[in-house]
C-alpha cells in the first residue's frame, strides 16, 4: 500500500471512530468520551493535512529554499499541537459549564469495543507499513494511533465503574474527573508536541561539537544501529539532541521502539543538561 492511500485509509477510520464516540457521547450525556471524541477528530483532520504536507516536504529543494521543504512537517505538527491546546482549553470550559448527571449504557460499551476494533485495524496497518519502510513519519502516527487507543480504554474504565456508582460516594462524579483527566493528558501532549517541533526548526548545532563526540561513542557501544548524523541545540540550560540512526532493514517497529528508549536512557546519564531528544531512522 502507498504511503497516501495508506493515509486516506487511516483517514477514514479514524473519522468513522471519532463520529461514533461523539455521537454516543452527545446521546448520553457522556462528557469523558466527548473529549475523547475531540481529539480522535484531531486525528482525522491531521490525516487530511498530512496529505498536503506530504505533497509539499517532498518537494525538491531550489534557489528560494536550498535546503528543500522538509521544516513543513515541523510547522504541520506544530499547528497540530496548537489545536490541541484550543481542544484542551474547549473541555475545561465543558467541565465548568455543563451540569448533569451521566447514567452509564450497555451501548456505550459496545460502541466503544467496536471503536477499539476499529483504532486495532490502523494501528495494525501503520505498524505493517512501519516494519517495511521505517517512515519517521508513521512511527509518529503510530504513537499517535496507539496514545488514541489507550484514551479510549480510560473512557472505557470511566463507563465501567459508572455502572457501580451506587457504591461511590456521592460527591464523587467519575465522568467529569475523567473529563478533566482527558484535559490534561491533552495539555500535556499538545506542550510537548509544539516544543518537540520548535526546537526542529532551530538548527544551529555549532559549539557543540565535544558534546557530540561524547554521545557517539557512548551510543557506539550499544551496537545495535549505527549513527548517520547527530545534531545537537543548546537550548537556555538544556540541550536537544537530534539523532538518525540506521537500523536492520527487517526490525520490527517494536524493536525499533525499544532502541529509542535505550538510547534516551543513556543519554540521559550521560549528561543531565540533555533535557530533549528525538530519534527517527536513517
Keep these: 500500500m502507498k504511503e497516501n492511500h495508506l493515509i486516506l485509509v487511516t483517514a477514514c477510520f479514524n473519522f468513522i471512530s ?3 464516540k461523539m455521537i454516543l457521547g452527545i446521546g448520553f450525556s457522556f462528557s469523558t468520551l ?3 471524541s475531540i481529539q480522535s477528530f484531531l486525528d482525522f483532520i491531521t490525516d487530511i493535512i498530512s496529505l498536503l504536507v506530504n505533497k509539499i516536504g517532498k518537494k525538491r529543494a531550489n534557489k528560494t529554499y536550498p535546503f528543500g ?3 513543513v512537517y515541523y510547522l504541520s505538527n506544530i499547528l497540530t499541537g496548537v489545536l490541541l491546546l484550543l481542544i484542551g482549553i474547549f473541555i475545561v470550559y465543558q467541565f465548568f459549564t455543563l ?3 451521566f447514567v452509564p449504557n450497555g451501548i456505550i460499551l459496545l460502541g466503544l469495543i467496536v471503536v477499539l476494533f476499529i483504532k486495532g485495524i490502523v494501528i495494525f496497518l501503520i505498524k505493517r507499513y512501519v516494519n517495511s519502510t521505517k517512515s519517521e513519519f508513521f512511527i509518529e502516527a503510530y504513537k499517535e494511533s496507539t496514545t ?3 484514551s479510549t480504554c480510560v473512557v472505557m474504565v470511566v463507563l465501567i465503574l459508572s455502572f457501580f456508582e451506587d457504591y461511590i ?3 464523587i462524579n467519575l465522568d467529569k474527573i475523567g473529563s478533566i483527566g482527558m484535559a490534561i493528558y491533552i495539555f500535556y501532549t499538545s506542550i510537548k508536541m509544539i516544543v518537540s517541533n520548535i526546537r526542529g526548526i532551530l538548527t544551529n548545532d555549532e559549539g557543540n561539537e565535544k558534546l557530540k ?3 557517539r561513542e557512548e551510543l557506539e557501544q550499544l551496537k545495535s544501529f549505527r549513527i548517520e548524523n547527530i545534531k545537537v541545540i543548546k537550548m537556555s540550560y538544556y540541550y536537544s539532541v537530534f539523532l538518525q540512526i540506521d537500523v536492520n532493514n527487517n526490525i520490527r517497529i517494536k524493536d525499533f521502539l525499544k532502541i529509542e528508549k535505550k538510547i534516551k ?3 540521559k546519564e550521560i549528561d543531565k543538561a540533555i533535557k530533549y531528544i528525538d530519534v527517527e531512522p536513517f
Design 69 to 71: 521543504y522538509g521544516q
Design 148 to 150: 488514541d487507543f489507550i
Design 265 to 267: 536512557k543513556r543519554l
Design 34 to 36: 466527548i473529549a475523547d
Design 18 to 20: 471519532a463520529s461514533l
Design 99 to 101: 451540569h448533569h448527571k
Design 169 to 171: 460516594p456521592s460527591f
Design 213 to 215: 563526540e561524547i554521545i
